[in-house]
């Protein structure tokens, strides 16, 4: 099975052309920029017509139509989903920001949002906005503005994958312990994988843009 997972949209228009292979795509959010629910219809126009698995999170720069689009679409991707025996967890929105921006949640509602998962234990590739604490993926200059809840969540929970996206200059990879976390910066950036018996085989990030 083919996942792949792109973050970071702000406003274009998501077009299908490397997407025709997935079988999962992940939208880690930031669908729009500062948006609605009309922008976000406009942004997934195109990708709304592929025949794939579509779950997606409102970002931090998304209001609260874009999260309502996505729930009549059938595509929110906020908690548990699965598509053929693969559990995918996702959590959108971002840590306080300097910027008071739509949806933001402190790091104890970030913990007790995760901890209302710790019975998950079937292998699971999480996917969420903001990044988690202390790892290439969240630093902006010398600092690290990540998740403190989600670091300790993934190294309870071991997920085999870990998406991010929030911070543009951070895209790359890093580990926490067994977990692959990446970021492959905003769209049209995507990063893609291959499952094999619900492990990993194939990881890609694809770099259309610097």
Known sequence: MKVSFITDI???????????????????GDITQFGTYEKAKNVLKKVLNLNIKIFALRGNCDYEGVENFL?????????????????????????????STPYERNEEEIENFLN???DLNDPFILFSH??????????????????KAIRNFIKKK????????????AKGK?????????????????????????????????????
């Open 10 to 28: 702000h406003g274009k228009t998501v077009t299908p052309e490397h997407l025709y292979d997935t079988d999962v795509l992940l939208i880690g």
């Open 158 to 169: 071991n997920p085999l994958i870990a998406f991010s996206g929030h911070i543009h200059q």
């Open 130 to 147: 903001v990044p988690s604490y202390k790892t290439k993926l969240d630093k902006v200059g010398l600092m690290h503005t990540g998740s």
């Open 174 to 210: 890093d580990h926490i312990g067994n977990t692959l976390l990446i970021n492959p910066g905003p769209y049209p950036n995507f990063a893609s994988i291959i499952l094999k018996d619900k492990k990993p085989v194939s990881i890609e990030i694809h770099n259309e843009i610097n």
């Open 116 to 118: 209302s998962f710790s």
């Open 71 to 99: 729930i009549e679409k059938g595509i929110f991707g906020e908690g548990i989903n699965k598509h053929n025996d693969i559990t995918f967890l996702g959590m959108g929105g971002a840590n306080k920001t300097p910027f």
